[in-house]
Structures are given as structure tokens and as C-alpha cells.
């Protein structure tokens, strides 16, 4: 009985310093933090709301009647002829007109940006004010706000900035 119970119980010695390997302190399981090999301390996060390293997208066709869809991609394709201009986004509110751009290098040349951009769409905008926006902010809500229009989406708040 004595060589059964000091049989069992270097069986239980071995196997746990056999779990814990060279360091003791190793935590394993729920409280590791491995998942998958990802220790998600930032990198799942640095793109949260999908606007860095922003690609265009192709835009959606309008079936939404009482948007002027084919106006605002008129304006935006002007938009993307100016250098500097990697992506345009156009929203039509009224008689204002808010166009967003990506840049290829923000900060440089924003103002040159901002003014060419005007000047590119200024021959379909009579009457109209127009706003020319190069925040990467503005360009994603921008350009979510003009693909939720051209599936549908209600325009129920016409004197909202950017209504949805």
C-alpha cells in the first residue's frame, strides 16, 4: 500500500512539473490572452471604423429616385481628375453640395487640393454651394452616407449636415 501511494503520488510530481515546463508562471487557457496567435492588444482595433488605408470603392448604382445619384458621381469623377486626388465622394443636399476626397498624401498641398477640386466641378454647380472636404473622416462617412442613398436609404433630414 506505501509503494502504491508513493507511486501515485510521484505520478502527480511529474505531471505537474511536466505542465509547467521552464516557467511556472506561464499562464495557459482563459487568462493567456492566446487566441488564435493574436494577443489583440491594438492591431485588431487601429481599424475599427474602416476608414485607414482606405480603397476605393466601386460605387453603387442609384435606385433611389429622388437622390441625384448620376449628378453626384458626375461631380465626383470630375473630383478624382485632380492630382493629388486618389478617391471623390459627392452629397447633393438641396442647393449645397459637399464633396469629399482621399488624398494620396494628406496634409500636402491641401489647400491647392481644395481649390482645384472647386474649379473641377465648378461648370455643374451653378447655384449651388459647394464645400470641399479632405479629412479621412469625412471622406468615409461621406462615402457611406452616398452608398446607403444609392440602396435606398430614406433622405428624412434635409437640413442636417450629412443627414441620414
Avoid at 26 to 38: D, L, V
Avoid at 57 to 78: C, D, I, Q, R, T
Amino acid at each position: 500500500m506505501k509503494d502504491m501511494v508513493t507511486a501515485l503520488m510521484l505520478t502527480f510530481l511529474v505531471i505537474g512539473l511536466a505542465a509547467c515546463n521552464n516557467d511556472g508562471e506561464e499562464k495557459h487557457g482563459f487568462y493567456s490572452g492566446e487566441s488564435y496567435g493574436e494577443e489583440h492588444q491594438r492591431s485588431t482595433d487601429i481599424n475599427y471604423h474602416g476608414n485607414r488605408g482606405l480603397k476605393p470603392h466601386k460605387v453603387k448604382s442609384s435606385y433611389y429616385e429622388n437622390y441625384p445619384g448620376a449628378f453626384a458621381e458626375k461631380l465626383s469623377k470630375e473630383a478624382m481628375t485632380v492630382r493629388g486626388v486618389t478617391d471623390a465622394r459627392a452629397f447633393i443636399n438641396g442647393k449645397r453640395i459637399e464633396v469629399a476626397v482621399h488624398l494620396k498624401k494628406e496634409g500636402k498641398e491641401e489647400e491647392r487640393i481644395k481649390k482645384d477640386v472647386e474649379k473641377a466641378v465648378a461648370p455643374y454647380t451653378d447655384g449651388y454651394q459647394v464645400r470641399v472636404l479632405t479629412t479621412h473622416s469625412s471622406y468615409s462617412h461621406l462615402r457611406n452616407l452616398d452608398n446607403d442613398l444609392r440602396d435606398g436609404g430614406p433622405i428624412d433630414l434635409p437640413n442636417e449636415r450629412f443627414s441620414r
